[in-house]
């Protein structure tokens, strides 16, 4: 069964900061982080949850006009056991939808290959690096999105 994908509600954030937990270790963002993304949904933020009756994903934007015509795409993350079944496509899929007419930029660690192979299929294109940008002093790829592109 394909998961719906629709705007995460507030009853999400403990199964959000579990999963977040789990697809990102020490990288992971804090309740706290977690509600403020939340209390941010009305200013500039969408947050999409891949829903099974349990939320096995999720994507989380920034909003111009933090910067102007510019989404962000802050977060994606599949549950570790439901991956490579489409969700992350289907939830950037649905993200893309809300972006229409604007350039979106992300940031992606050089060794995620498989968030690398997600954007790619996509149509993101390697715009920049930033060298040693990760804590690990790991380089980051900057790839943008651009639908009339
Ligand atoms: C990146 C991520 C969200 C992809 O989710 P997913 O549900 O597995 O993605 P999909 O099944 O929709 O795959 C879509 C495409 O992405 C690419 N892809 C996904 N996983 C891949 C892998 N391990 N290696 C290479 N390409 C991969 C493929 O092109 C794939 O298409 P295909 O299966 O037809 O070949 C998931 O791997 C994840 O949660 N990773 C950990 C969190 C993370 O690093 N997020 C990104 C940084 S914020």
Redesign the pocket.
Known sequence: MRPAIRAARADDQPALVALDEL??GPEAWSTVGWSDEFERVSEDRVILVADEGAVV?YVVLLLPPVVEDVVE????????D???????????TAALERCAGRTVL?E??LS???????Y??FGFEEISRRRGYYGDGEDAVIMRWRIDE
């Open positions: 697809c990102f994903g795409v802050l977060r994606i993350a599949v549950a570790p439901e991956r490579r079944t489409g969700i992350g496509g289907q939830l950037m992300l992606v660690a995620n290959e498989s968030a690398r192979g997600l790619a299929g």
